[in-house]
């Protein structure tokens, strides 16, 4: 059973930072990507930014230039640095991690944190 368990989220003003943190309960090196998603009421959940086991990263449009995507290996856990955080950044984020099961096509087995809420407001 894999467990992934988001932390760092909060209330901030716009214009403001956080950084949220996933830490994974076996060796991350296990998951072929890791990512964060996030859900605003209403809306569908939506890819934010993706990290591949060689460190290869892709981001959202919308977060692109202001967060960032890291992983820090020898502590199973992956980072989210959000700056100039904007009101529409507002939603739940989840943590993602993917095993590739089947390569043609490409099938992923995946597994999802609680998530945490992140609240961008003045």
């Known amino acids: 059973q894999v467990q992934l368990v988001e932390s760092g989220g909060g209330l901030v003003q716009p214009g403001g930072s956080l950084r949220l943190s996933c830490a994974a309960s076996?060796?991350?090196?296990?998951?072929?990507?890791m990512g964060w998603y996030r859900q605003a009421p209403g809306k569908q959940r939506e890819l934010v930014a993706t990290?591949?086991?060689?460190?290869?990263?892709n981001y959202a449009d919308s977060v692109k230039g202001r967060f960032t995507i890291s992983r820090d290996n020898a502590k199973n856990t992956v980072y989210l640095q959000m700056n100039s955080l904007k009101p529409e950044d507002t939603a739940v984020y989840y943590c993602?991690?993917?095993?590739?099961?089947?390569?043609?096509?490409?099938?992923?087995?995946?597994?999802w944190g609680q998530g945490t809420q992140v609240t961008v407001s003045s």
């Open positions: 076996r060796n991350i090196f296990t998951f072929n990507v």
């Open positions: 993602n991690a993917g095993v590739i099961v089947k390569w043609l096509p490409r099938e992923y087995e995946t597994y």
């Open positions: 990290i591949g086991s060689g460190g290869d990263t």
